[in-house]
């Protein structure tokens, strides 16, 4: 049988599914979600123990818990782990090189969970690291989904794209799964990223959840690691 605990976290993640409380706002206090599932203070303290850790939840000292948003700094760079050598603190931007609508292969319709008759929205970005090109950024979501997203619209925004999904179209990125791998530039991405053909890059492939599990984000990041590398952190 589950733990108690696990079923008091399942049913804050389904409250949040069912936007019941929005990124950034206070959730009720642990008496009071106590009362409403009726189990001890305790339980439902390690159930939101535990989607703090996950980034879902923020707890605030004084002031109570939150759900965590892609709008905080801290958050918003969440999936980007490549890290300067050096410990610098970069100035990040991108520049989009194209957007364009297409309809999802099957090994993609497969990965997203959608009908290979579907579109997608596809996007390819260079993200630059105090003004120098450092990854490709290949970006497929379910047009679907995302109703309305304009080129004009990632160029505004310029900052992050799990911050953009969720304030114009509320989807909130949860997690990512990766697979990364070291790999050879090809002609189109040594072009981009202003290197020679060949080169080693490392290769980021994403795949990012909402909150119910839904996968709604396939992202490969080509990534130039002569002066940065890698961080994951494990628990």
Not at 29 to 47: C, F, H, M, P, W
Not at 154 to 159: D, I, S
Request: proline fraction near 3%.
């Amino acid at each position: 049988m589950q733990p108690l605990y696990e079923q008091v976290k399942k049913k804050i993640t389904e409250s949040l599914v069912q936007g019941e409380w929005n990124p950034g706002e206070v959730i009720p206090s642990e008496i009071e979600l106590a009362n409403v599932y009726d189990v001890s203070q305790g339980t439902v303290r390690k159930a939101i123990d535990e989607l703090s850790a996950e980034s879902v939840l923020i707890r605030r000292q004084g002031k109570g818990t939150y759900v965590a948003t892609h709008t905080e700094e801290n958050i918003q760079l969440r999936f980007l782990k490549l890290t300067s050598n050096f410990g610098l603190k970069e100035k990040l931007d991108n520049q989009l090189v194209s957007f364009s609508k297409e309809k999802a292969t099957n090994k993609l319709a497969k990965i997203l969970n959608i009908n290979s008759s579907s579109t997608i929205i596809s996007m390819k970005r260079v993200l630059t690291f105090n003004e120098k090109p450092l990854i490709l950024d290949v970006i497929k979501i379910p047009a679907q989904y995302f109703r309305g997203l304009t080129a004009e619209m990632v160029v505004e925004r310029k900052g992050s794209m799990y911050r953009m999904y969720e304030t114009d179209f509320g989807i909130r990125m949860l997690r990512a799964d990766e697979k990364i791998k070291a790999i050879s530039s090809n002609f189109e991405s040594a072009s981009l990223l202003n290197i020679k053909e060949n080169s080693p890059l490392l290769s980021v492939e994403r795949l990012s959840y909402t909150y119910d599990n839904k996968p709604l984000e396939w992202r490969l990041g080509l990534c130039i690691t002569d002066n940065h590398y890698y961080r994951s952190e494990l628990d």
